[in-house]
Nanobody, 115 residues
């Protein structure tokens, strides 16, 4: 089993920054693709950013140029640096890890951006 723990969410004013962290533990023995999704109230969960085992990245158009996904030095640790935050970025942010045919999810961390 794999566990993902996110941290770093909170309340910030528009234009501010936050950094989310996610650490995986359990039965993960090598670097895996990881990513961040978000879900706003009344909306479907959407991809924000993902990073491959080779550290290739891709982003949702809505966050390009503002958000950066990166890996930490510890195996299967990933960060999401969020700059120039907008009220529409308000959502619960989920970390995900892909291992074989399984996708694992964290419990989510709330990000609220006030106008």
């Amino acid at each position: 089993q794999v566990q993902l723990v996110e941290s770093g969410g909170g309340l910030v004013q528009a234009g501010g920054s936050l950094r989310l962290s996610c650490a995986a533990s359990g039965r993960v023995f090598s670097s895996r693709p990881m990513g961040w999704y978000r879900q706003a109230p009344g909306k479907q969960r959407e991809l924000v950013a993902r990073i491959s085992t080779g550290s290739d990245t891709n982003y949702a158009d809505s966050v390009k140029g503002r958000f950066t996904i990166s890996r930490g030095n510890a195996k299967n640790t990933v960060y999401l640096q969020m700059n120039s935050l907008k009220p529409e970025d308000t959502a619960v942010y989920y970390c995900t890890l892909q291992s074989g045919s399984s996708d694992y999810w964290g419990q989510g961390t709330q990000v609220t951006v006030s106008s």
